[in-house]
């Protein structure tokens, strides 16, 4: 759940003693400590943090939100909000591991085509603090510094405009420590809403086109992600682009994509897989199967939408 921040403080005193951090040489690093936690008792336990890109966290194996695409919109060069979130509950007394992912988003986005990010320059980053709340106290259990490991992660490639590339048999490689990134950027309480997956879309149908490409037709277009469920054979891979619509001749059109590969690939693991992309979403009606494995059927795919969490009042 997203808190507001507990106390009044300036920006300057927000995620105070802790550094950013990144590790520029992959796209996706893994950001990972393990501590001990004693005493755990009544006391509650919050997490702030925020990033230049996006970043996910996940506590003893378990993702911390359903919130999308942290920390949200803004003028980067002018505030850049921070998160705050009960993670109580996702904490045990004695060994606890904790990961951060962090992608370029839209804060350090590499250059794209036509429209160069004025903020990529800056690189992705990531910081934040692991506090215990005692009486209207705060304790630092952990922070980011040069302390963390930095592993790969199975997320090869993600962004904005890119898409995601993602590898259930990759194995884990250790690639040094965090580095410290000297960023300065004008701290802010959350103020927008969040993102989320909202609705469900089913797909109509699955056909071969005139060309000979296949493709699958969603019935309407929407902005969000594809999930799949399969099971395949141990390598095997799903790869797809989006479009909006089907030429004159019904095939497959995007050229009004222009340099936006919204490319989406996949390698299986041999057991039941679940994908999602967690860094990038895409837009439009159909989805053209690059690479597929050799058994699909339509029913392993399911349109996710995704937008800020607004309240519907009409």
Same mark, same amino acid.
């Given at each position: 759940m997203l808190f507001e921040m507990r106390r009044?403080?300036?920006n300057g005193g927000m995620l105070e003693k802790s550094s950013w951090i990144s590790f520029p040489r992959i796209p996706v690093p893994s950001f990972e400590k393990s501590f001990q936690l004693k005493n755990k008792g009544d006391y509650k336990f919050f997490l702030e943090a925020t990033a230049m890109g996006f970043y996910q966290c996940f506590i003893n194996g378990q993702r911390i939100t359903t919130d999308l695409f942290m920390p949200g919109y803004t003028s980067y060069r002018n505030r850049l909000q921070v998160q705050c979130y &009960?993670?109580?509950s996702f904490l045990k007394e004695g060994k606890n591991e904790i990961t951060f992912l962090l992608s370029?988003?839209?804060g350090a986005a590499r250059k794209f085509g036509w429209r160069p990010y004025p903020y990529q320059k800056d690189g992705a980053a990531l910081r934040f603090r692991l506090i215990?709340?005692?009486d209207e106290k705060e304790r630092i259990i952990l922070k980011s510094d040069a302390t963390w490991d930095v592993y790969s992660s199975y997320i090869k490639d993600a962004g904005i405009y890119l898409g995601e590339s993602e590898d259930k048999t +990759?194995?884990?490689v250790y690639l040094g420590k +965090? &580095?410290?990134h000297?960023?300065?950027?004008?701290?802010?309480?959350?103020?927008?809403?969040?993102?989320?997956?909202?609705?469900i879309i089913r797909p109509k149908r699955m056909f071969v086109a005139p060309n000979g490409e296949t493709i699958v037709d969603f019935g309407q277009e929407f902005t969000g992600f594809i999930e799949i469920t399969i099971k395949g054979e141990r390598g095997e891979k799903i790869g797809y682009d989006y479009a909006e619509v089907l030429d004159k001749n019904?095939?497959?059109y995007r050229e009004n994509y222009r340099q936006a590969k919204s490319y989406f690939e996949y390698t299986l693991s041999g057991k039941k897989d679940v994908f999602k992309p967690l860094f990038s979403f895409g837009c439009g009606r159909y989805i053209r199967l690059i690479k597929k494995p050799k058994s699909l059927s339509l029913s392993v795919f399911k349109g996710i939408v995704v937008y800020s969490d607004i309240k519907r009042i009409g």
């Open positions: 009044n403080r300036n &009960e993670v109580t370029e988003g839209y215990k709340s005692e +990759a194995q884990k +965090a &580095e410290i000297r960023l300065k950027k004008n701290l802010i309480p959350q103020e927008g809403l969040p993102v989320r997956e909202k609705e019904g095939n497959f």
